[in-house]
């Protein structure tokens, strides 16, 4: 079945930057997330790439997708403490499935 | 303004009760899922609806229950036979379209005492 997994902590520095990875299982999934959670809240879509694409940019963040080796990376520039949330990985099956989640990176932003 | 509502917030109940935990959308989306979220255990799917009067089991279907009578509303229902009701619950709706976003409630806390 589909699995999608990520570390689960990062620690970064205000100012540097993160570097958010992902592996996914589904070669056929067309899109790819990424998702913020803040606390005690839902989940928010951060971004997105299509699957024939390699890179996707957005102010700070940059999604880089590596199709052959199923990786999928979320880089946020100039980290603030604001950037400080559960960041969650998703790839989308196809047809009528469901999101398939990773279990999400907490990534603490240090003053 | 259009979005998921989800109630209550927080709720504390004792073992062996049932509770139903509610979503509503506004958003006039065809697709509706429950998810649980526990620490390090990311989002588990329990059941999801495509259309009213339908719905699929998920990942972790035992021991809830849920219905899709109108097309704005998904509840969830979490019976005694749950063996580890405490959670944080989210539900979540979209669209059929090839992106397929996910647009999320602010979750429900359902401690169990």
């Known amino acids: 079945g589909e699995d999608v997994e990520q570390s689960l902590f990062l620690s970064v520095r205000e100012g540097d930057s993160s570097v958010i990875n992902c592996t996914y299982t589904d070669s056929s999934s067309t899109y790819l997330y990424w998702y913020k959670q803040e606390p005690g809240a839902g989940l928010q879509l951060l971004t997105y790439?299509?699957?024939?694409?390699d890179m996707k940019q957005d102010q700070r963040l940059t999604v880089l997708l590596n199709k052959k080796d199923k990786h999928l990376s979320l880089r946020i520039a100039d980290t603030q403490t604001g950037d400080s949330a559960i960041y969650f990985c998703a790839e989308s099956p196809g047809g009528n499935t469901p999101l398939v989640f990773g279990k999400g990176t907490r990534l603490s932003v240090i003053a | 303004d259009g979005g998921i509502t989800q109630s209550p917030k927080y709720l504390f109940r004792k073992e062996g009760q049932n509770v139903t935990l509610s979503c509503e959308q506004n958003?006039?989306?065809?697709?509706m899922y429950w998810y649980r979220q526990d620490p390090g255990q990311g989002l588990r799917l329990i059941y999801y609806?495509?259309?009213?009067?339908?719905?699929q089991k998920g990942d972790i279907a035992e021991g809830y229950s849920v219905s899709r009578e109108k097309k704005e509303s998904f509840p969830l229902t979490v019976t005694s036979a749950q063996k580890n009701p405490t959670a944080f619950y989210l539900c979540a709706s979209s669209i059929e379209t090839p992106l397929g976003e996910l647009f999320f409630g602010e979750g429900s806390r359902l401690t169990v005492l």
């Open positions: 958003l006039n989306h065809d697709a």
């Open positions: 609806s495509q259309i009213v009067n339908d719905f």
């Open positions: 790439i299509f699957s024939n694409m």
